[in-house]
């Protein structure tokens, strides 16, 4: 999802082809993450996206049958910084920031706890490699795609200066919620991305410029 980009990212152009099938347009209002599951549950809205799975949300929306994003997030952090990732337990010497509104693996969480790891909190996703920069934070979690959109924005030498690493910090996938108050677009959501990908071209298209969607 990118505000920036003309077709506002590639899981939007995707919910957008998959209710244009049966007519319907869809207009994306951009808010910060925990504003967008707030406001999605209200009626001028049908619902929001994309989230990852949890009980919580099971509960206050109703999830698409079919998954929109697979994506890989992974520990980024300075290349002068010592850090080895093979548990979360690795993470306990260093400050690791954590984004508002976002999912994290309950196993992480147990950790943060457990270990005692130091965290800074912050609302955008967008201030993650800025505060690595600004030696505000040690570790940042981002998803593949994520990185290589906001690394766009820096310069070449402050590039070479972050790297990430190789073992994933967790793997997820994502799905459009539809509210309660607009039940009947669910069925019509999952019936377009179903006949999406059944179009080989359309999905061949999508796994090489957006995201290969495991199990599909």
Not at 41 to 54: D, N, P, R
Not at 80 to 108: C, H, I, M, W
Not at 129 to 141: E, G, H
Not at 153 to 177: R, S, V
């Amino acid at each position: 999802m990118d505000q920036g980009r003309r077709d506002q990212g590639c899981v939007a152009k995707l919910i957008r082809d998959a209710f244009a099938i049966s007519d319907f347009k869809v207009r994306f209002v951009f808010m910060p993450w925990e504003r967008a599951y707030q406001e999605g549950l209200k009626t001028e809205f049908s619902g929001s996206a994309y989230w990852y799975l949890s009980k919580q949300r099971a509960n206050d929306y109703i999830y698409t049958k079919t998954p929109i994003t697979t994506e890989i997030s992974r520990f980024y952090h300075l290349t002068s910084l010592q850090f080895t990732y093979q548990t979360y337990k690795d993470l306990a010497p260093y400050r690791l920031v954590l984004n508002q509104g976002l999912t994290y693996p309950k196993e992480l969480l147990e950790a943060v706890k457990k270990y005692d790891i130091s965290i800074v909190n912050a609302t955008y996703t967008t201030k993650n490699l800025p505060f690595l920069l600004r030696d505000r934070a040690d570790i940042v979690i981002l998803t593949e795609q994520t990185k290589t959109a906001y690394a766009k924005a820096l310069t070449p030498e402050q590039n070479k200066l972050i790297t990430f690493q190789a073992k994933p910090a967790f793997i997820k996938q994502g799905y459009l919620l539809i509210n309660k108050h607009s039940e009947q677009y669910v069925s019509i959501f999952d019936e377009g991305v179903a006949a999406l990908w059944k179009n080989k071209a359309y999905y061949d298209d999508y796994a090489k410029h957006c995201l290969r969607i495991k199990g599909q």
